[in-house]
């Protein structure tokens, strides 16, 4: 089918192109994936030190208002490339941008700055939540909104400007309310599981409460699903460990990506807590930081990318969190996290 050849082809690619930078070919199913970056494909073992949830440019607009007419994009890039520049020098080697569809996704703008900085940076495929749903999300049926972005993954996201080949996305971006879901959130996570079982793009879902999180992972696990291939976005929002543990018990990935708005004590007690409950192999670790604001100003105030691989890396540290810990939280979590697979449609 033309989903499994295309994903061969970019095995091929992954492999040609690991093979060439010295790695040694994958040999376990776990490793078989291929984590589709904003310049192409590349093997998991070539991510590095992934942040796993930052933004590099956002529009609240609305999805009725937002588009490239909204920014200049050499006005975003010479805002945001220090930024950037500035993760390089800390070793930072892979940035996920989980900015989607209709609230500001700009894949050229995302390519030039990993071509300028030499970060990989993956994009993502799916839609947010009202009021950045497009009209016809709410009149499209799940499997109509999956065969959107089932296509976005085989024929590639435009570039706004035109400028080069399409973007193939790297994971698939949905949002849901809080609590109980609604019709178009259950909806969209039922689009997002249909996108997955054809492409074997990993689901990142903002969540952020309990409720929304398990009924999410019930949706998707109903139509065959592998939650290990599903991430609860905003963990850290949850305070329950016990709601935290029931969504590690069902095999999803838990990401606290709000490291440096709050206390980092905090932060940091709750990776270790889970860390104690052996929770290791099922966290992803960012910062949800950034980024040009489009209609603000000059792109408005940016938060810096920083924070995790300096004040929090030190901190941990001396909470007596070791490299290997630390490697297996920001290298080989992420590098599992978005590999895909082949897809199974």
């Known amino acids: 089918m033309v989903t499994r050849r295309r994903f061969l082809q970019g095995l091929t690619a992954s492999l040609a192109w690991g093979l060439a ?30 942040l796993a949830h930052e933004h590099i440019m956002v529009d609240f607009g609305g999805a009725e208002v937002t588009g490239p007419h909204r920014w200049e994009a050499d006005d975003v890039i010479a805002k945001m490339q220090p930024y950037l520049e500035e993760l390089v020098a800390l070793g930072v080697q892979a940035f996920v941008d989980a900015t989607p569809a209709y609230l500001g996704r700009d894949v050229g703008i995302l390519r030039r700055l990993s071509v300028a900085t030499g970060l990989h940076i993956v994009t993502n495929t799916g839609w947010y939540k009202p009021p950045y749903l497009p009209p016809r999300a709410f009149e499209l049926s799940a499997d109509e909104i999956a065969a959107e972005w089932i296509a976005e993954f085989e024929d590639g996201i435009p570039v706004p400007e035109g400028d080069g080949d399409p973007v193939r996305p790297g994971f698939v971006k949905i949002a849901v309310n809080p609590g109980p879901l609604d019709p178009t959130q259950l909806k969209i996570v039922q689009a997002a599981a249909r996108t997955h079982l054809a492409t074997g793009l990993t689901v990142a879902s903002h969540t952020g409460e309990a409720r929304a999180a398990l009924e999410s992972l019930d949706a998707a696990e109903a139509l065959g ?4 291939r599903y991430i609860v976005v905003h963990a850290d929002q949850i305070r329950s460990l016990d709601d935290l543990a029931e969504i590690a018990q069902r095999g999803a990935w838990i990401e606290y990506d709000a490291i440096g708005t709050r206390d980092l004590g905090e932060h940091i007690e709750l990776l270790q807590r889970s860390l104690d409950r052996g929770w290791i192999d099922q966290i992803l670790l960012s910062q949800d930081a950034g ?3 489009v209609g603000e100003p000059d792109g408005g105030t940016v938060r810096p990318y920083t924070a995790i691989v300096t004040a929090f890396r030190d901190g941990l540290a001396q909470a007596g969190v070791d490299d290997a810990t630390w490697d297996r939280l920001m290298r080989a979590n992420p590098a599992r996290a978005y590999a895909a697979g082949g897809g199974t449609a």
């Open 225 to 228: 699903m592998d939650l290990s």
């Open 291 to 293: 980024w040009y604001a």
């Open 21 to 50: 930078v010295g790695c040694a070919p994958p040999q376990q199913e776990d490793d078989m994936g291929t984590i589709h970056t904003v310049r192409g494909p590349i093997g998991p073992a070539e991510l590095g030190l992934t």
